[in-house]
Each structure stands twice: as C-alpha cells, then as structure tokens.
C-alpha cells in the first residue's frame, strides 16, 4: 500500500518522530520530578537520555536500510518504539525510566532517519519535492501542537497522559509501516555494507568546511533543545506552569518563522552571518531578563526572538553543510542530524544545576558564542577545488 496520499501522511508523521519524543515530554518535566522525588537536573536527564538515543540511532538506522532494505528495519524500529513507550507507563524507578527514554530515542531514530529514504525511493523529480514538502509541513506543525498537547495531558492525566499519547502515536505508525511495501529492491541495496559506511564517515570527517559548518549548527541548537529543557521549570518559578504548553507552541512558531525568514536572505551564508549576531543579541537580552529577573513575559519575548535567529541558522547551516559534503549527501545528513541530538543530549542536565535562572542564561549565551566562533572556521581559510 504505497499510494501517493498514504505515503506523503505516514512519512510526514515518521519524520516528526523527535518532536514526539520530545516536545511532548517538555510539560512533563516537573510533574517527573514530584513523582520521583528528586530534583530537576535528574528528571532533565530522561529528556537527554531520549537525545542520545536519537543521536546514535540515527547513525544506525540509516545505513542499516540501505543493506537490509527501508521495510524490515522500519517494523523493527516501531515496534520497539511502541514496547519502550508502554513499559515506561508503569515505571517506578528513575533509572529504568531513563534506560526506557533512551530506548524510546534510539527506536524512533529509525522513522526520522528512514523515512526521507523511503521518499527518495519512492517519488523523482516534482512528485519527490511535493513529499518532501508534505513531510516539512508535518514537521513544521508538530512543534506547535505537541507542546499543547502534551500541557493539556499532563493536567488531565498527569504525565502517564503524555506517554499515553506516544504510545497511541507509535501504534499507528507501527501498523502504518506494516502496510508499507519495500521501497528499496535488493539489486539497489549496499555491497559494502558496513566498510563501505565507515569509508564514507571517514571522508565527511575530513572535510573541514562540514564538520565546521555542524559543530556551527550543533551549537546553535543549545537554543533550542535548552529551551525544552528547562521552559517548563521557568514557567512554574514565574507562576505560568499553566500556560507552557502554549508557549512552547509560540516558540515552534518563531522557529518556523526564522526558517522561513532564511530564503529571503541572498545566500545561506548571509543566512549564517546574519543568526548568528541575532543570537548574540539575543541571547544576551534573554540573560538579561533571568539574572535581573525581569518577569516572564519579557523573558518569552525575547525568547521567540532568539529562536527566529536560531531557526535561520537550521536552514542556512544545513545548506552549506550538504552543499560542502554532496558526494556523501546521505552520510552527511545523519551525522547533521545525530550532532544536534547529541548536543541536546549534553546540555539538558547542565540546564537544571544550581539556580536554573542563572544557568539557563549561561547556557544559551555560550551556545551563541561557540556558534559563532565555529561560523568563522567556517568561512576562513582557502576553498578546495
């Protein structure tokens, strides 16, 4: 069952998978920590535990489909996407939670990072662009429903509501990609298999332009995934737990309004340069607003305004990068996307130590500052022909 409708639909949902695992679990943040009994850095860590599992499953996934095909490795995925979810219901043990969120992370890497393959096999040239536009419509949709919903459960079933609802998610997508045909033919399939996948890491890591242009990337999503690590915590010390939902909905919002904003520019390096002083600007006023402790509302403000500038530098970084790496475009792409959720992985504990505040505010502005150091590397130096 692969007809144009379905596939544009199970795809779109597939590829929104990290905002599922994540977005979603935001508002549950401080209700995790008054079950569990314990404090904020170790509840941040069952949202960083479900980052590197995104990190490292995406690395794997991938090339995993193109030697074995997209369909087997997707039902094996899912279906241990769907099985993680519901042992974390019952849990009572942080350190199984956290062992389960990992899970969770690594299983769904499998529909994020095989799902743009099953396009690519699947439609060429106009067709192709329509799906991929469906899918980036999907994903630019799921960061502003998600956090609503996921605030809407956690006051209506507390945070087992939340994971019910991943559960529900994955049960569709699992039967979804059981109707799936196989996309990729055994004659298109790798030779090589895994040598030929680390012969190629090996030439992306060597390309300095790349490698640059992710740490610069990486780097700039400290914003964002810090951001979902301690908005929640913020929001209840100005008395707004309510409402976080909505404001991580406005955030994906600004998000998508930065990346939008990247096309006007006249190329993805202006697009660089441009995100980057944004966020040094921003991020700065955003400090302001923690340690003198401004109020919420000026904080959010300023917070929507970082993200446009972050949101820019997903689509401008991200050109350059591929455009840098594009005769081992595939590899590339997982290494991009793995950066960003390993990074995320790190900096969510660093979020909660001490005065969340004041850590908060050093997070995000040493975040702009590596991110602009990195951008430079970039751009200097002689190109190789």
């Known amino acids: 069952m692969n007809n144009s409708i379905f596939l544009y639909i199970i795809l779109g949902l597939l590829a929104a998978l990290a905002t599922v695992v994540n977005n979603l679990f935001s508002p549950a943040m401080p209700s995790l920590v008054d079950y569990f009994q314990v404090s904020e850095p170790m509840v941040q860590g069952g949202f960083a535990a479900g980052m590197l599992g995104l990190s490292l499953g ?25 099985v993680s979810t519901a042992c974390i219901l019952p849990v009572t043990s942080l350190n199984l939670f956290m062992a389960l969120r990992f899970v969770q992370g690594f299983t769904a890497a499998g529909g994020i990072a095989i799902s ?7 439609f060429a040239e106009r067709s192709l662009l ?3 536009a469906v899918i980036n419509v999907v994903n ?12 809407a459960m956690v006051s209506i079933a507390g945070w087992r509501g939340v994971f019910a609802v991943m559960l529900g998610v994955g049960i569709v997508l699992a039967v ?15 030779n ?38 301690s908005s929640a915590f913020i929001a209840l010390r100005y008395g707004m737990g309510e409402y976080i939902g909505v404001t991580l909905a406005i955030n ?38 923690l340690l003198f402790d401004l109020g919420f509302v000026y904080y959010e403000v300023a917070v929507c305004l970082m993200l446009t500038f972050m949101g820019i530098t997903l689509t401008s970084s991200t050109t ?66």
Request: with cysteine; aromatic share 8%; net charge positive.
């Open 140 to 151: 630019g949709i799921m960061p502003i429903v998600t956090p609503m919903v996921g605030g």
């Open 58 to 82: 995406t690395l794997m996934w991938g090339a995993l489909s193109d030697a074995m095909g997209r369909r087997r490795p997707l039902l094996v995925s899912m279906g241990l996407f769907v």
């Open 320 to 385: 350059i990068a591929l455009d840098s790496a594009r005769y081992q475009a595939g590899t590339a792409s997982s290494l991009s996307v793995a950066a960003g959720f390993l990074v995320g992985g790190v900096v969510s504990p660093v979020m909660g130590m001490g005065n969340i505040l004041y850590s908060t505010a050093i997070t995000f502005v040493a975040g702009a500052l590596l991110s602009s150091v990195f951008a430079i590397l970039a751009f200097c130096g002689k190109e190789k022909k």
């Open 176 to 190: 979804g990609c059981f109707m799936l045909k196989e996309s990729l033919p055994a004659t298109k399939r790798s």
């Open 116 to 122: 743009r393959s099953v396009a690519t096999d699947s």
């Open 252 to 289: 994906g919002i600004f998000i998508g309004v930065g990346a939008a904003l990247a096309a006007a520019l006249p190329s993805a390096r202006a697009g660089v340069r441009v995100s980057c002083v944004g966020m040094l600007v921003f991020t700065a006023i955003v400090a302001a607003t």
């Open 192 to 229: 090589h298999g895994f040598t030929d996948v680390f012969r190629r890491f090996v030439a992306v890591f060597k390309n300095r332009k790349f490698i640059c242009m992710v740490l610069q990337q990486a780097t700039a999503e400290v914003l964002l995934f810090g951001n979902l690590a």
């Open 130 to 132: 329509k799906a991929m």
